[in-house]
């Protein structure tokens, strides 16, 4: 996605070794205009797929999530980090280690929101370890339904998250796609679409 990539040349910023600052835009602030286009350009690329409904993880899978799930007039729900008060009944969980973090965390959704008849497209903000992607998929498998693909905002390719992912299956689909950071510079490869 063009304009995406322009973007990240314009306001990411390459700290350290691996890590891809996007907090003006998309981790922290959200340029809703940019989700709103992202939106469309998924909803475009799956809206012969059969999905019936878009599944992230908390916090910042949730701006892209909703504009895809607006963008394809499909509901969208969030998995949880900490388990709430409220959910009282019917939990599904996986376990997610996080490589960047090194902490393993529970992360939840309620098995209400998740029927064997779903068709689910996730999308998350990053890829990195692919970790938090092969979290939801056990969640949305254990609920029965299918995983239709996985659409991402930024993949880190040079880490294993989509080899993990196609390995079992799933089908990958990133809006950019960094290749390594050279000097300080963003190096993109090709992107899905
Ligand atoms: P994985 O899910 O692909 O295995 O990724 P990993 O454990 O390595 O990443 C843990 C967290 O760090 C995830 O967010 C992920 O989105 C984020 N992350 C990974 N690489 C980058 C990067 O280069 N830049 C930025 N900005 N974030 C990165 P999280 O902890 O779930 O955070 P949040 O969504 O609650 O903000």
Redesign the pocket.
Known sequence: MKLLEERILKDGQV?GE??????SF???QVDYQLMKEIGKVFADHFKNAGITKVVT?????IAPAIYVAESLGLPMVFAK?AKNITMTEGILTAE??????QVTSQVSIASKFISQDDKVLII????????????LIEIITQAGAKVAAVGIV?E?SF?D?RELLEKEGVNVVSLAR?AAFENGQVVFTQADI
């Not at 997610?96 to 973090?101: L, P």
């Not at 998350?124 to 979290?135: E, I, R, S, V």
């Open positions: 700290l691996n890590i891809l600052k996007v907090d998309l981790t922290h993880i908390e916090a910042s899978g980090k997610v280690y996080s490589f960047t973090k998350d903000d990053f890829l990195a370890n692919g970790q938090a992607a092969k979290g930024v880190k880490q998250g960094l």
